[in-house]
């Protein structure tokens, strides 16, 4: 045993020290320009390290069909993934666990287009302005206030993933379990860190996060692959299940066909992983086929559909139903291929951090400033981060907070207001009587699909939890 144990404690300690050597080259408050955020942008994915990608700055259509997907797939998929093999593991069989992440692909690729159209009907060319333009202008607001929800849930999440896996790195590295603890840590990685991160106006030089984000989905998937395929976690025979280190898998609940309400959270965990509409009009805008849109989206979704359909049933597959709200948490600390797993999350989501948090902070600001009041800048960050931490330090589970927003907000972000929003579109630019606004209404579907994950979705999480 200690032959694998001391190879992995040097592996960790080097990862330390990459870490280290990464956060001292990361821009400050104080060499950076203070070039403010656009209050209408958001970040391209809540879930990624990519860059911002919202707004209507940018008019030039130069982006290919091959580019796009590129770009859509890595900024949807993030973090969200890692908590689909818990959610199939509350219960739900092999067979509806894929048919369900399936069908939410499609809708969420349908209802994607959607938006996509209503923009070339209307001319708009970000969400505020089809919001204002199909739903009314003086409920735009509620554009501000769902950025900054959505933000603050993904800020839970990065914040609680930072926790799991720096408290796991670190343990590696031998540090001893009193100094090493998951509510410490994050208190530490917040103040040293993020605080200084979420204070930056100018966040152009955090452009290259991309390239971290998806070099860290792609490993991560790749790892948990593996290790399902090679056995190293199999009962009986399995390496890393010979001590007690680790809970060990079952699958007493192990089903192909189970379908019931539990099958909700995996549901709702997918809400949130599929969710990009509110950047799909800048998507639009920057494609230079436009007659392509859908094909990019659906490919796009499509690629997407396979990566979760391959992390849920392979981190399933693999631990069963001891599967956790993070799966990167079930593997062995002496696993050296999942240290470098934890590694790649941990500087992917420290990277990635001050985007989010800008959905949050603008925001808000945005909020504060149309009510009349010009809140302090630095205080207001301050809150902010700390209101964050309290959450992620307090729901330790990662899993119940992607649930409770995909079922919440995701349900009316990639089905309820894509529906509404495009038949208003159609409506105002054919007519009430108009066949086309009689075909549109089909869509609207989709709203009680929406409103039915919603409330139900909501009341599993919680029951689960």
């Not at 860290?216 to 290790?227: D, E, G, K, M, N």
Request: hydrophobic share 50%; with cysteine; aromatic share 10%.
């Amino acid at each position: 045993m200690m032959r694998s144990t001391t190879p992995n404690r040097s592996l960790a300690l080097c990862c330390l020290l990459l870490l280290i050597a990464l956060v001292s080259s990361l821009p400050t408050p104080s060499n950076l320009p203070a070039v403010p955020v656009s209050r209408s942008t958001a970040p391209s994915s809540f879930l990624s390290s990519a860059p911002l990608n919202g707004g209507a700055q940018d008019d030039l259509a130069e982006s290919s069909v091959t580019a796009s997907v590129f770009n859509l797939v890595n900024n949807v998929a993030g973090a969200g993934l890692l908590t689909l093999s818990a959610g199939m593991a509350k219960g739900t069989g092999w067979i509806p666990a894929l048919s369900i992440c399936t069908f939410l692909g499609l809708c969420s690729a349908h209802s994607f287009t959607l938006i996509g159209r209503a923009c070339e009907l209307t001319g708009e060319k970000d969400f505020k302005g089809l919001w204002a333009r199909t739903l009314g202008e003086r409920s735009s607001s509620f554009v501000d206030v769902m950025v900054a929800l959505m933000c603050s849930a993904a800020g839970v999440i990065y914040s609680g993933v930072l926790g799991d896996v720096s408290t796991e790195l670190l343990a590696s590295a031998g540090f001893p379990a009193k100094l090493n603890g998951r509510t410490s840590n994050i208190l530490i990685i917040t103040a040293f860190i993020l605080l200084p991160l979420s204070l930056l106006k100018n966040l152009s030089a955090l452009a290259f996060t991309s390239f971290f984000g998806f070099t860290s989905i792609v490993y991560t998937v790749l790892f948990i692959a593996f290790r399902w395929l090679d056995g190293s976690y199999a009962l009986g025979t399995g390496k890393f299940v010979v001590d007690e280190l680790i809970t060990k898998p079952t699958f007493n609940k192990n089903s192909l066909l189970n379908i019931d309400f539990t099958s909700l959270v995996l549901a709702s965990n997918l809400g949130l992983s599929y969710i990009a509409h509110y950047n799909a009009p800048a998507y639009f805008r920057e494609l230079k086929e436009k007659t392509k849109f859908k094909q990019m989206v659906f490919t796009s979704f499509g690629i997407l559909t396979a990566l979760y359909a391959l992390v849920m049933g392979a981190g399933y597959a693999t631990f069963g139903d001891t599967c956790q709200g993070n799966i990167l948490l079930n593997y062995h600390p002496s696993d050296a291929l999942s240290t470098l797993a934890r590694f790649a999350t941990l500087v992917s989501i420290l990277v990635g951090f001050p985007l989010v948090f800008c959905g949050i902070r603008e925001g808000v600001l945005s909020i504060l400033l149309n009510s009349g009041y010009k809140a302090n800048f630095e205080l207001t960050v301050l809150a902010l981060l700390s209101i964050v931490t309290f959450f992620s330090i307090t729901v330790a589970d990662i899993s119940v907070v992607a649930g409770l927003t995909g079922a919440a907000m995701g349900s009316m972000i990639v089905y309820i207001l894509p529906a509404l929003i495009y038949t208003k579109s159609v409506k105002g630019a054919f007519g009430i009587n108009s066949a086309e606004y009689s075909r549109s209404k089909k869509h609207l579907a989709l709203l009680p699909v929406g409103a039915f994950l919603a409330v139900f979705g909501v009341m599993m999480t919680l029951k689960g939890e």
